[in-house]
């Protein structure tokens, strides 16, 4: 059975977010190859296939469309497939030992799996959480950030026992509950959005 | 008649005791991203508002507020809404940018997944004033988790009847569609990103046409940043002039400055422009744990300026920065230690690039993609020869200016200015095989 | 419009492109990606310029530099080189190319240095080589060295997108014209460009390219990435014959040039004509012409003891005499191919005329000559086609691209002095296209799937239309009416009814009714020109469908043992090749094939165009003008035409026209009348046929086969001068 021939709600739910002409059929293209994605951890051949007929296109369009962005993958990953900035930020925190660290300590080299299924590995770049770097992320998971050397240990322990810990969000934020900021030597400083007064309707 | 007051001074710092932070203030609390919360804290008020005042007072407002665009460019937003065209019986669009992937940016992040509904809120403000009736909010695939939220925060705002038809009842109707990138940072470029939009391969597209004339579809759209649709709600909110009281003389408002690097306390502050690096760095973020050498202003495509005196007191505003002879960008502030090889630390920049090159154009698919990302390669593993500078600026010549989007153009911005800063660097690699400052241990713990 | 280019005042129309403003001025600069019937995009970066213009004061006076009267409008420069492809030429711009810009010189120098980097180089076995681009380029623009210094791209370098056409990868500088080629032409997404960045390169997903259209990236292909798999290291460029000429496969009549070598056809590549195909062919003319130089008869056969032997004219003329005895020459049936030239109709009917014959045709044509008053051009600028019964993908495949441009807008490129607009700024990538202008009734084709209406029909005649009885044939009637440039384009099916009376009043009541210009597709390449003569069976004579009832029978370039019909008298033929017909005829006289003759023929849109003389190897084959007057001979009659002078002499007593005086591109005249008679038979039209498609298998198995081979022994193609016998030059 094609991967989609039980999931109609959903597909009309995707194509109902773009225009019914073909320009907006085509638009689910990418909405369709991450469903894939998520699914199966890449998208095969016969897949893209079933895209192509879905948005009205061509299974050249759909491994052109695909091969241009680096999250999709058209070769099995693992079952945590390991995505480690390598951007200035996060290499200036270590992201270089932690890479050299996971494709020694799992035996995997990218775009292979690891002989228990588990790993696969990617460099990636700029995740926008420089300012907890360094960080990873797990394939559709959610990033781990702040990843020295112990934490990468105990993810990575967690990861083995199959019970991957829950992803972090760390908001590196100063701005308290009143909604005032405090600088870096604990003072409270400027004024709080409570203080402002909004305007009311009409009045411009 | 009214006397005439003198007007208050501009706040440019964000220790000012008139300056509250609006855009994260919020950011960080429990709930925020709920829309049970966002109500509490006044939310929603600012569209009502705007329907309130009608659509061309928006533009007028926003345009009164000094709102330029917070996704690098700088460019005034009221102006760009007002490029719409007015009448046209055709469909509008607005898009949101949030593809947020210029290395040292994270601002956009947390306003995404911590307060989703001051983003909805001014993306319907947008679109009341340009009268569109469909937002896409374009957000990076990796942003797994803030797009749960905006997808949580768009279905919520669905169902108390903010999207949708009659929306308040204000007889307008608008609906917001989440749709996820893949990991390619063109699709940050606003053309590429409605090819990506599309279905489409992300190469940009040609201007003109211009997206408020031929875009999204072939209709007319306008896409602004995260942060410039919030500042937009913020702006219905307590006013132009509340704004325009805030920054500098052609830079108005409030910012999101992220610092990251090794510093006390990285991370993102809101704060008035104009606010000095030497605030941001020290009173803000502790200052740097580490001897740093170059600071890069507002992501890794903003030549990278001295750190020193002069750098210090530069005030974060679009025109000082470009005075120094660099960029305000994304406001993502990075240091550079001095022990780091500046040239290593090029080299990773310029491999970003290089990946990132959509391929389209040949300069910055062969110039950019295989050739200056090999010479640093090359340089940095030892291999350098006298002459390679030389080459790396005449390639650089040679690219600037000649590419068909800004991509490559961005990847000159820390080559040009880590050559111009730390050419006995280079030299010393070029020349000597050797770096001056070798590699070093960097993972370690907190 | 007045631009300036390196000093010199040009006027110009609006919209112009700065890239075609150099060129009008007779400047030059470089371009790899911009082609005047693509959508201009930018990517290749060469094309760079300096560009200014003259800015307005807020009181609409321009900005002025200098005093008094020798004040001028002050140029603001652009602050760097821009692509001259992708901007439009504005009133009073100044645009500098490297002859009088050291930075656009730099700017273009330093563009090719990184368009070489990953470019291999191996012009001597590139097939491209002598007619590159890239190579041509290079040479005028490049630094001369490469400062490079790192491993190359590697890439496959064999890698075939079909059985026609071999993608060499390292080769690609990624110009994107072959995608959107597909893309804009015949509208099909089966090319991309697969990865991003330095890893990009171009593939299919389809399993092959698809055939119809495929090999006009070979032509625009601006290096050796993409070539003819046909012509693989068949010869350089420089040892081709290239004789510009047209096809005559089907009635399209393409501009076409065919490159010999050695005295075989190698190759056929399309030849602009702005007015039939453009820059285009289909993959029937470009890769269907192996058996002009394959198993061909190049001596005369005479049946010796019940076995064709080879022999000369003279012996073969003998036996014509021989074997038709002292018939009456009124008994002779004179057949010959409907792809014949107007020249050579002109000498068989000629002939017809001295012997007295009544059986006298022209193969394939349908009972009616419907002569068609719509052009390509008005086709492609239509605002609503109807196509009835007819499958144009078999039928004449151009017309078919001609519609295709109508859907996306119909935008014919501008004429400047260097020719067509290399950079029509009005054309678009992925352009939106209008189905609901173009309506298909008959049999499912390629076509229809791009059609808004399409009724599918087994039997259609004009009646389908006039008197719809389906809610699609309404419909495709209500878009001839309420459209203002309609075109009815009419087919086989329909046109194998067309038995004159009723047709001709049907079809003109519908034409003054919806104001329709019609296209009907003749049979054969040149059926619409010798419909002009008197080339059909007159009364008391034999058709061609009643060949094998005539007593003898002289039968040109016609198979009809393969279709069944064995001519039963003493037969005399004319061929190219050793049919079946031919196997079974007393006297076999070697012909040539089309690409080897001079002559006139006659497109679908009554176009007279020229055919040259390629040179191919045929021994002593001979048009038909040169054999019918060798027949006259064996028949002891004395011929005015015995070659193509006299021939196009008479063509101008016959006709009214001067066929010797065409220009390059053809050109539409007036024929006169038309001779018409039923057919006794149904065409079926056919483009590709058995022996066009000699070889596909045999490059399947062995010809990939042999090129991997003959690569990996560095195997090179000999260069001009070598001493190869039978070499053209
Ligand atoms: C290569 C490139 C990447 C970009 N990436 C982003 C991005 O990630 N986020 C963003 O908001 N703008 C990005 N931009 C800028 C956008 O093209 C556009 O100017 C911006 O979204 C406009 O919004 P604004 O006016 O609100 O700033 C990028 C531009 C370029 C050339
Ligand atoms: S500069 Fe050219 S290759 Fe690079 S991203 Fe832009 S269009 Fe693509
Ligand atoms: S294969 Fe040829 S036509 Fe196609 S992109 Fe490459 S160079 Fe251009
Ligand atoms: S369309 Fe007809 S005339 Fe043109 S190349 Fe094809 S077969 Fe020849
Ligand atoms: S550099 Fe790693 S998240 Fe930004
Ligand atoms: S950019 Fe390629 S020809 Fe202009």
Known sequence: ?204 | MTATLTPPKPITSGKDPRFAPTLYAHVGQDQSWTLAYYRQHGGYQAVTRAFAIGNDAVIDEVKKSGLRGRGGAGFATGLKWSFMPLNDGKPHYIICNADESEPGSFKDRYLLSEDPHQLIEGMIIAAFAMRASVGYIYIRGEYVHAAERIWAAIHEARDAGLLGQNILGSGFDFQIHLHRGAGAYICGEETALMNSLEGLRANPRLKPPFPAAAGLYGLPTTINNVETFCAATQILKFGPDWHAGMGTEKSKGMKLFQISGPVARPGVYELPLGTTFRELIFDWAGGPLEEIKAVIPGGSSCPMLPYDDKTLDTPMDYEAIAAAGSMLGTGGVTLIPKADCIVNATWNMVRFYAHESCGKCTPCREGISSWMVRMYEKQVRGHGQPGDVQLILDMSENIGGRSFCALADACLGPVLSSIKLFREEYDALANTQTPLYGPRKRWKEA | MKVTIDGVQVELPAGTSAIDAVFHAGQDVPFFCAHSYLSPVGACRMCLIESGSPRKNPDGSFVMEGEGDAATPKIFWFPKPMASCTMQATEGMHIRTAATSDVVAKAQAGMMEFTLLNHPLDCPTCDKGGACELQDRAFEYGYGASRFGFDRRHADKHYPLSDFVILDQERCIHCKRCVRYFEEVPGQEVLDFIERGGHTFIDTEEGGLPTGFQGNITDICPVGALLDNVARFRGRNWEYDHTPTTCTLCPAGCSITADARNGRLERVVARENRDVNEAWICDAGRFGHVFASEARLTKPLIRVNGELVETGWDEAIAAIRAGLGGMNTADLALFLHADSTLEEGAALEALAALTGTNSVDHWPRYPAEVLSNATLNDIATADAVVVLGADLGAEAPIVELRVLEMLRGGILPPEYAHGTAIADLRLVERPARKPEKLAVIGSASRLSGNAGTFVEAANVDLLTLIRPDSEGARAALNLLNSAKNPVLILGADVLNGASAGAFATQLSDLVSRTGAKVMAIPAAANSRGLAHLNLVPRSGGQGYAAVNHTRAAFISRLDPVATGQRPSGFTIVHDTHLTATAQAADVVLPAVTNYEKRGTTVNVEGRLLPLQQAALNAGEAADLTRTLAALAEALGLRTRIRGLKSAQALLQTRLGVDVTDLPEAGAIRPLGPVYTAPTGQVHRPQLWTERMTLKPDSWKATWVDRIESLVENKWELPMAGSSLAGGDD
């Open chain 1, 1 to 204: 059975m094609t991967y989609f021939a039980d999931k109609q709600p959903l597909v009309a739910d995707i194509f109902s977010r773009y225009p019914g002409s073909p320009q907006g059929r085509r638009s689910a293209l990418m909405p369709l190859l991450r469903e894939v994605q998520n699914a199966h951890g890449y998208v095969s051949e016969p897949q893209m296939t079933e895209i192509a007929a879905l948005c009205g296109t061509t299974a050249t369009e759909v491994r052109s469309v695909m091969s241009f962005y680096s999250t999709y993958h058209t070769v099995p990953t693992g079952k945590y497939h390991l995505q480690v900035c390598s951007t200035l930020m996060c290499s200036l925190a270590g992201s270089d030992e932690l890479w050299d660290h996971l494709v020694e300590t799992l035996d995997v080299q990218p775009g292979e799996v690891s002989p228990d299924g588990r790993f696969s590995v990617q460099k990636v770049e700029c995740l926008g959480s420089c300012g907890t770097a360094p960080m990873m992320q797990i394939a559709d998971e959610g990033y781990y950030e702040n990843v020295t050397p112990s934490k990468c240990a105990r993810i990575l322990a967690a990861l083995h026992a199959d019970a991957p810990p829950t992803p972090d969000n760390l908001v590196p934020v100063t701005v308290n509950a009143e909604g005032r900021q405090t600088l870096a030597n604990g003072e409270m400083v400027g004024a709080s959005i409570g203080g402002l007064s909004p305007l009311t309707g009409g009045t411009a």
